[in-house]
């Protein structure tokens, strides 16, 4: 009993010593996500409770006054709104990348353009496209013989936009890592589900989502925390209003009076994303798909 004992701790330590290279290898990393990362987050998280030098939640029983709720709400629905659709529309892509075809090198090539557009640019070119005189927009309209429309004429309009440019510019990044998945699938697998019988959408339900569920939650949760953090696609084409948290967050720091009110607001968009982030990796974690 006590040389198996012995001999776990001999393991123990070899192991020790075997992953010391990659630990000393990993300090730069790991300074600097504590440095620029965790430290200012916790700086903020704690200024967010001070008033006039002593702790309190006065911040935080003002921010409702100052639009907490609108922006809550605002920045749910362009974040979820734009992933659902870029997780669809990549979908789509990334399974038409994969089938060979004449013509898919140039096919791939056009896909991956929108995201090497930076989003200050992208955001400047949606906004020419939906001007209310001289548009692209309404210039397709009037061609076809419809009136033009004033494109940011509500708040629903304005987020709808800031969600059409954000999954435009975004969709090739989530197309790019699904793509991934399917091109381990092997072809076999479908071949033999369909010589048993199996039609489209079964072999879409029991291989195609099962080879990609793993990714699917890499892609959610990369570009989740992503739009949760979106700034300057809506501050470029709708300003301050309505408003975003992240816009909440920028408009009160610009302010030394409401300074605090932003590290609030900012705290409070750190546990959104932070509940968001555990939530996707719960359902959608790789210890599930590894068995």
Known sequence: MESEFTEVNKRKIRVTKKHLIYFLFSLPAIAYVIGLSIL???????DSFLVNGNL?????QSLPSYGLYSSIGNTLLVSVGALLIQLLLALAIAMVMVKPFKGSKIFSTIVIIPFGISTIVSAFIFSLIFQNIGGFANGVLVFFGLKPVVWFSSSLSDLGIVMFSDFWKNTPLVALILYGGLSSVSPSLYEAASMDGAGPFSRFRHITLPALAPLISIALLVRGVSEFNIFALPLVLIGYRPL??????YENYSTLATRPISYAAATVLLVIIMVYAIFVLRIGGAKQYAQ
């Open 40 to 46: 200012p987050a916790l700086t903020v998280v704690y």
């Open 56 to 60: 309190s939640i006065h911040n935080y």
């Open 244 to 249: 975003i948290l992240n816009t909440l967050i």
